[in-house]
Antibody, heavy 118, light 110 residues
């Protein structure tokens, strides 16, 4: 059973970079899995951010492309999200997710709230 | 980008009732690429259905998914108290790689 746990600052200033990590347990991270991020503004719906495939290839939401990057560190059993030039619109609960397919997500972290405010 | 429209926004039902949630896509979606999630307050979403009609591991058989093309549905045959929650549909578009969620349907106790 894969378990995911997000970590990172809960408050980020506008125009700065949001950086989150997701620790993985219960999985070796050596298989051909997808490791991704989804966010949810408070009281609103879900938005896919992107994912990284085991090969190192990545895929990002068109609305965030250019500001987002996802990387995987198998030696540390974690993967990371970087989102640059943040604004208040980036305030959300950020979930890290995992699946053996890019079509849906089996495993979710508990989520971490990131607020963008000065 | 494919837009998913879920209806109704809120469904008010009683335990034991049958619930039918709709998810309509702005373009045709492969049945392989349509999923449903359940989310309870303060919790992460949980995968219910993938491939439009396949239940995820551990999901009770009162949950079923159906549909094709642009019209999909999630049916809960007899609502249990723990089924009152938010439900989201989600699609994946292989070419151009895009993944979107519907706006959600809230199933509340009448």
């Amino acid at each position: 059973q894969v378990q995911l746990q997000e970590s990172g600052p809960g408050l980020v200033k506008p125009s700065q970079t949001l950086s989150l990590s997701c620790s993985v347990s219960g999985a070796s991270m050596r298989g051909d899995d997808y490791w991704g991020w989804i966010r949810q503004p408070p009281g609103k719906g879900l938005e896919w951010i992107g994912y990284s495939y085991y090969s190192g290839s990545t895929s990002y939401s068109p609305s965030l492309r250019g500001r987002v990057s996802i990387s995987v560190d198998r030696s540390k059993k974690q993967f990371s999200l970087r989102l640059t030039s943040v604004t208040a619109a980036d305030t959300a609960i950020y979930y890290c997710v995992n699946s053996g397919w890019p079509y849906y997500f089996d495993y979710w972290g508990l989520g971490t709230l990131v607020t963008v405010s000065s | 980008e494919i837009v998913l429209t879920q209806s109704p926004g809120t469904l008010s039902l009683s335990p034991g009732d049958r619930a039918t949630l709709s998810c309509r896509a702005s373009q045709s979606v492969s049945t392989s690429y349509l999923a449903w999630y359940q989310q309870k307050p303060g919790q992460a979403p949980r995968l219910l259905i993938y491939g439009a009609s396949t239940r995820a591991t551990g999901i009770p058989d009162r949950f079923s998914g159906s549909g094709s093309g642009t019209d999909f549905a999630l049916t809960i045959s007899r609502l249990e108290p723990e089924d009152f929650a938010l439900y989201y549909c989600q699609q994946y578009q292989q070419y151009g790689t895009s993944l979107t969620f519907g706006g959600g349907t809230k199933v509340e106790i009448k």
